[in-house]
């Protein structure tokens, strides 16, 4: 038996198979790496579950004004819930919810797509991404919150967080 590159030493047939395999084991990890990056993480007993439906998605939802302004997201306040309207890419002001759970219901953009919503602590700690139309934010500790939105520059959007 020859030792040579038509018995799987060398650049061979061989070698050049194990070089696939190990590519294709490669991008396998690099691809599980960043699918895990993209997971939520929050501080110990916060939880959220994306809401039971209760209708077509994003049928819950108030129309987006047709007013909002790029990159800066309006929020106002009705009773407990708060309303926050922007257009494409934002971060919204600071707002107050109490302990417990709340009900997070997000607009579609005109193309059915949602828009990422990141929610924030008063801190700066990331709770959660919000990719669901109706989701339950649960063990929420009180205090000051914000979001940051992820969407085409396009998308006009509407986030109403109610309280439980």
């Known amino acids: 038996m020859a030792d040579g590159p038509e018995h799987g030493q060398g650049v061979g047939k061989g070698g050049v198979g194990a070089a696939r395999r190990l590519t294709a084991a490669l991008i396998t990890v690099?691809?599980?790496a960043a699918l895990a990056a993209c997971e939520p993480s929050a501080p110990p007993?916060?939880?959220?579950?994306?809401a039971p439906p209760t209708g077509p998605a994003g049928s819950a939802s108030a129309a987006p004004q047709?007013?909002?302004?790029?990159?800066?997201?309006?929020?106002?306040?009705d009773g407990t819930t708060v309303r926050i309207v922007g257009l494409g890419n934002g971060?919204?002001?600071?707002?107050?919810?109490p302990a417990g759970s709340a009900a997070m219901t997000v607009s579609l953009c005109a193309n059915q797509v949602i828009p990422f919503v990141t929610l924030f602590d008063a801190v700066g700690t990331k709770l959660g991404i919000i990719v669901e139309p109706e989701y339950e934010l649960k063990n929420l500790v009180g205090g000051t919150y914000h979001i940051e939105v992820q969407s085409n520059p396009t998308c006009a959007w509407t986030i109403e967080v109610t309280p439980a």
């Open 91 to 97: 971060v919204s002001p600071d707002f107050d919810l």
């Open 66 to 77: 047709a007013s909002a302004v790029a990159g800066s997201p309006a929020l106002t306040v």
């Open 30 to 32: 690099i691809l599980i």
């Open 45 to 50: 007993g916060f939880s959220a579950t994306p």
